[in-house]
């Protein structure tokens, strides 16, 4: 038995998608992962670039882990769009620029060690390129993203021919983190 099967994890989501992948990075007891979902988000609908996502997951780990008072482990998880070039994108994006975007998911973790400190950590899951069609679909003609780049509740999946669904992007994600956590 590892040493974090013993935690209560806090989840701050309701997606069943990322719960999932939650409970196969953490494949504790049922009753070991706790969702908080009685929030509202702070990020847009479709995060746009690696700050928006990145504060979407630490909200949504930041009311888990506060809001479960038995939890060691707090998580949130943020999917978020950007050009695939840009490494700190500002949300700028020029008219009918449809091309290279990726999907990138945040990880938030708080962890609470035996002084009841949190530690956080910040974790990127790999990309997925995002079809050009479907950036035509969420753009308006300012080269604003004003809705989610897929209707699917599991793009990845489609992409990918079901060789890699959502939950596999995240749950590797968190499995590289829990494997190398001490």
Same mark, same amino acid.
């Given at each position: 038995m590892s040493y974090w099967e013993?935690?209560?994890?806090?989840?701050?989501t309701g997606s069943p998608l990322k719960r999932a992948a939650t409970k196969l990075?953490?494949?504790?007891?049922?009753?070991?992962?706790e969702i908080i979902s009685d929030f509202q988000s702070v990020v847009s609908e479709q995060p746009v670039g690696k700050i928006e996502t990145e504060k979407g997951a630490c909200f949504r780990a930041e009311q888990a882990i506060t809001k479960c008072e038995n939890a060691k482990i707090g998580i949130g998880i943020e999917n978020g769009?950007?050009?695939?070039?840009? %490494?700190?994108?500002q949300n700028n994006y020029k008219p009918n620029d449809f091309e290279s975007w990726i999907d990138v998911a945040c990880i938030v973790i708080f962890v609470k060690n035996d002084n009841?400190?949190?530690?956080k950590y910040i974790l990127w899951s790999d990309s997925i390129d995002i079809p050009s069609g479907n950036m035509k679909s969420c753009m308006n003609d300012n080269g604003e993203v004003i809705d989610n780049w897929s209707d699917l509740k599991d793009p990845h999946s489609d992409l990918t021919n079901g060789l890699k669904p959502r939950r596999k992007f995240l749950?590797?994600?968190?499995?590289?983190?829990? %494997?190398s956590y001490q």
């Open positions: 013993d935690w209560v994890i806090s989840l701050g990075a953490f494949p504790q007891d049922e009753e070991k992962i769009i950007w050009k695939k070039e840009d %490494d700190e994108p009841n400190e949190t530690n749950s590797e994600t968190m499995i590289k983190w829990r %494997d």
